[in-house]
């Protein structure tokens, strides 16, 4: 029996060994060949399919067929031919999916993916299954025998994003993208193309000058790019002097592109075919029309053959600019007329599409059309302000998150080291009551040590409670001051007025009363930063009455603060229309009288003094003053009527003249 069952255990040895090939890794000679046909494929050579074929017939078991057969699509996908490879990528997926999940099955089928994906993307098919595609590549590449490639991967899927106009998204991509990089250990040269994509999306957002920065560390990297990357660096370069009206650099940096391609032999590309939209375009906008004409000729059929939707519709907004400037206004009506929706397009070619109608428009004396275009490329434009805004604070918390960290960091290793001080200092206790039973001046010596020792603990530990409590404020203007020097002049602008904003806060709400001066300004500073979260459609004014001198008249600090927060919070916040807060302040007999109105939707009395909690401060502290003060101060909150509507809130607070406010 004994002799049975080690018979049986040497068979599975020897059944698992037969297994072992196609389940470990690569050998050093597969390596050598896939890194040989990836080199060829990037480079597109002539000998690329010589090479891969050669492969082919060398290939020892299915998955190391499959790893050089896959190549090939990646082939097609960069050649004038990309349908040919989906055969290819569908087979190979095929193949992928009845196999068990090692780890150099999930570097195949990852690549797969990616290279679906890219093909797709490349000519804007299936966005949704775009993302889908990478996320799945990146998963899988966690899990395989090549996760240096996952930062390609997430900056792919970044462009992704980018395309759908979800910036936030695709920054965060290359943001993890950029940790990967460092997390693997891979080459500092590898932000190269990282950089690049980031350079992509400030464009998208309109922030030239953080886009331009990126573009300028990338260019001197240039020569350590692939040639794939080198063009597409060259593309958007391109791009960003387009964007920018700087046609004449645009032009350059088209021209260098197209001379690239051809130096390298990659005429009959994609890239090539979209570097001649491009200079179609740039002519256009210089005026050379005959030109624009040339080259759009030559690249149409090969996008309408390739059912290439997108290229087609910037092909048909670039006809269009041309059809007004030669006054053909008949062909700009027959092009919109046989044209599809475009409403799945990506902005920037949106934008560049509005441009041309609102001239056409403007020629056929369409007004209304020349302004319903301009209202929509507006209304874009305050997307794209908001998702600005929101990769500004994206990148503020991470930067905040970060520090964070690192300061908790620290915080952690200061308790630990009192910790240790503190087992000193009772380890030292201890010998000292052994000492104390042979020696009286002994215990008077470590008693005494022993009290020394407590004292510096309670002065550390004082320090560091003095620290917890300023760390915050501090650390939050040292994150607010280095924004302000990184950011460019309307974004510092805007950090600064929220730092002076904070400071005065601070130090009005350590004080009990201010001048009315004081708490004037600190309202103006709060409205600047507040109205932007009421839109544009907002009037602000405040009036003072000559009678009333405002450096001689005292309040308890904040009261108007609080009715001007309560006004835009509980008045303004999501009211349509013009918006209006006006503070007034008079003098009436021996009191001074300051009203703050808002046009509001008015107040629901039973909601005051239960969830208003700034109301419920100002009717304390006024009852509080007033058991001091022979002369009463005075507030009211009254609604506004008209034809039995409220329309709008009235606060009104009466201070007496010589008030003793507090002791």
């Known amino acids: 029996m004994k002799r049975f069952v080690w018979c049986i255990c040497l068979l599975l040895v020897v059944l698992l060994g037969c297994q072992r090939p196609a389940e470990s890794g690569k050998t050093e000679e597969e390596r050598k060949v896939l890194a040989?046909?990836?080199?060829?494929?990037?480079?597109?050579?002539?000998?690329?399919?010589?090479?891969?074929?050669?492969?082919?017939?060398?290939?020892?078991?299915?998955?190391?067929?499959?790893?050089?057969?896959?190549?090939?699509?990646?082939?097609?996908?960069?050649?004038?031919?990309?349908?040919?490879?989906?055969?290819?990528?569908?087979?190979?997926?095929?193949?992928?999916?009845?196999?068990?999940?090692?780890?150099?099955?999930?570097?195949?089928?990852?690549?797969?993916?990616?290279c679906k994906a890219i093909a797709y993307h490349n000519y804007r098919k299936n966005p949704d299954e775009v993302i889908r595609l990478y996320k799945d590549a990146t998963t899988l590449l966690a899990n395989s025998d090549a996760k240096d490639q996952m930062p390609k991967v997430c900056a792919n899927l970044g462009d992704a994003y980018i395309f759908k106009s979800q910036l936030p998204e695709a920054a965060a991509c290359y943001r993890r993208a950029l940790f990967l990089v460092d997390s693997l250990g891979l080459p500092s040269s590898e932000n190269i193309t990282l950089y690049l994509g980031l350079a992509t999306i400030y464009l998208q957002l309109n922030?030239?000058?953080?886009?331009?920065?990126?573009?300028?560390?990338?260019?001197?990297?240039?020569?350590?790019?692939?040639?794939?990357?080198?063009?597409?660096?060259?593309?958007?370069?391109?791009?960003?002097?387009?964007?920018?009206?700087?046609?004449?650099?645009?032009?350059?940096?088209?021209?260098?592109?197209?001379?690239?391609?051809?130096?390298?032999?990659?005429?009959?590309?994609?890239?090539?075919?979209?570097?001649?939209?491009?200079?179609?375009?740039?002519?256009?906008?210089?005026?050379?029309?005959?030109?624009?004409?040339k080259y759009l000729d030559e690249i149409e059929p090969w996008f309408a053959e390739n059912g290439n939707e997108v290229s087609i519709y910037y092909v048909n907004s670039i006809r269009i600019g041309q059809a007004v400037k030669q006054g053909n206004m008949a062909k700009v009506k027959d092009i919109l007329s046989h044209e599809k929706g475009s409403d799945s397009m990506e902005f920037s070619l949106r934008q560049i599409r509005n441009r041309y109608l609102r001239k056409y428009y403007e020629a056929i004396g369409d007004y209304r059309g020349a302004y319903d275009n301009l209202r929509t490329d507006v209304q874009q434009n305050d997307s794209l302000e908001h998702n600005r805004i929101k990769m500004r604070a994206s990148e503020i918390m991470d930067r905040f998150a970060q520090d964070?960290?690192?300061?908790?960091?620290?915080?952690?290793?200061?308790?630990?080291?009192?910790?240790?001080?503190?087992?000193y200092a009772i380890t030292v206790a201890a010998i000292s009551l052994v000492v104390v039973i042979i020696l009286v001046f002994a215990l008077l010596v470590m008693r005494s040590r022993k009290r020394n020792a407590q004292d510096?603990?309670?002065?550390?530990?004082l320090r560091l409670a003095c620290v917890r409590n300023r760390i915050s404020p501090h650390f939050v203007f040292n994150v607010l001051n280095g924004k302000i020097l990184k950011s460019d002049e309307h974004d510092a602008n805007d950090l600064l007025d929220l730092t002076k904003l904070i400071r005065a806060n601070l130090d009005l709400s350590c004080r009990l009363d201010v001048t009315l001066r004081e708490e004037l300004d600190f309202v103006k500073r709060y409205v600047d930063v507040e109205k932007q979260l009421v839109g544009d459609d907002f009037e602000f004014a405040i009036n003072i009455a000559e009678s009333v001198n405002i450096d001689q008249v005292r309040i308890p600090?904040?009261?108007?603060?609080i009715l001007v927060e309560n006004?835009?919070?509980?008045?303004?916040?999501?009211?349509?229309?013009?918006?209006?807060?006006?503070?007034?302040?008079?003098?009436?007999?021996?009191?001074?009288?300051?009203?703050?109105?808002?046009?509001?939707?008015?107040?629901?009395?039973?909601?005051?003094?239960?969830?208003?909690?700034?109301?419920?401060?100002?009717?304390?502290?006024?009852?509080?003053?007033?058991?001091?003060?022979?002369?009463?101060?005075?507030?009211?909150?009254?609604?506004?009527?008209?034809?039995?509507?409220?329309v709008g809130c009235v606060a009104t607070i009466v201070i007496p003249d010589n008030i003793k406010l507090f002791i």
Not at 557 to 561: A, G, I
Not at 590 to 596: D, E, G, L
């Open 456 to 461: 510096k603990m309670r002065n550390m530990q």
């Open 404 to 423: 964070t960290i690192r300061l908790h960091h620290n915080l952690e290793m200061e308790h630990k080291n009192a910790v240790v001080q503190r087992a």
């Open 207 to 293: 922030d030239f000058d953080t886009s331009l920065k990126y573009y300028q560390q990338t260019e001197k990297y240039f020569s350590q790019m692939s040639v794939g990357m080198q063009a597409y660096y060259l593309n958007n370069y391109g791009n960003y002097y387009y964007y920018t009206k700087n046609y004449k650099a645009s032009l350059q940096k088209f021209l260098a592109m197209k001379a690239f391609l051809e130096k390298h032999h990659k005429t009959d590309t994609f890239d090539m075919y979209l570097c001649k939209l491009n200079l179609a375009d740039v002519y256009l906008n210089l005026d050379k029309v005959a030109l624009s004409e």
């Open 36 to 114: 040989c046909i990836d080199d060829s494929v990037e480079a597109m050579s002539v000998h690329a399919p010589e090479i891969i074929k050669k492969a082919l017939t060398s290939a020892t078991d299915s998955l190391t067929y499959y790893e050089y057969y896959v190549r090939k699509a990646k082939y097609f996908c960069l050649s004038a031919t990309p349908d040919s490879m989906y055969p290819i990528l569908d087979q190979t997926i095929s193949y992928c999916k009845l196999q068990p999940a090692t780890e150099r099955r999930n570097s195949l089928l990852a690549y797969a993916y990616n």
């Open 567 to 646: 006004a835009f919070v509980h008045g303004l916040k999501g009211w349509d229309g013009h918006k209006i807060i006006h503070i007034g302040i008079s003098k009436e007999g021996k009191n001074t009288c300051i009203k703050v109105r808002d046009n509001g939707p008015g107040f629901d009395i039973r909601s005051v003094g239960k969830k208003r909690t700034g109301l419920n401060v100002i009717t304390q502290t006024i009852v509080i003053v007033n058991e001091r003060n022979k002369n009463k101060m005075n507030f009211s909150l009254n609604n506004e009527q008209e034809n039995g509507k409220a």
């Open 557 to 561: 600090s904040m009261f108007v603060q």
